[in-house]
């Protein structure tokens, strides 16, 4: 497996509003989509940093502290190198486009995912 970059970025947390503002204020981020409990930043270079609040039914994985987002290049092939490789994978194999993600559970106990964006390929590959 060959990692490209690192595109994303997620965190839950039980201080939604301080981190919201945090994220916002002080560091400056672009509010890109706010849900009650979710917030969606996108940085000049078209990363992703995602807020969720403690009541988020669908990232109850993230527990370790912020997820890092991992580009590769073909994740149905990354993600059978992990498994090969005895990695504990999390949930299924997302789709949505041409934007691809698979959460993991690396041997320090915390979680990652792989990401496959083809509008970041072209750039890096």
């Known amino acids: 497996?060959?990692?490209?970059?690192l595109v994303w970025l997620g965190t839950r947390t039980e201080r939604f509003d301080d981190m919201a503002t945090f994220l916002e204020s002080t560091m400056g981020l672009?509010?890109?989509?706010?849900?009650d409990g979710y917030r969606e930043y996108k940085l000049p270079?078209?990363?992703v940093v995602e807020l969720f609040g403690p009541?988020?039914?669908e990232k109850t994985h993230f527990t370790t502290g912020p997820v890092a987002g991992f580009l590769v290049s073909d994740i149905a092939t990354?993600?059978?190198?992990?498994?090969?490789?005895?990695?504990?994978?999390?949930?299924d194999l997302h789709r949505t486009g041409t934007y691809a993600w698979q959460h993991f559970?690396?041997?320090?106990?915390?979680?990652y995912e792989l990401v496959e964006d083809?509008?970041?390929?072209?750039?890096?590959?």
């Open 1 to 5: 497996m060959k990692v490209l970059g």
């Open 55 to 57: 009541d988020d039914a």
């Open 105 to 111: 559970r690396a041997p320090d106990g915390n979680v």
């Open 118 to 125: 083809r509008s970041k390929l072209g750039a890096v590959g």
């Open 78 to 91: 990354a993600g059978d190198e992990l498994r090969r490789a005895g990695v504990e994978l999390i949930g």
């Open 45 to 47: 270079n078209a990363d």
């Open 30 to 35: 672009t509010l890109a989509e706010s849900v």
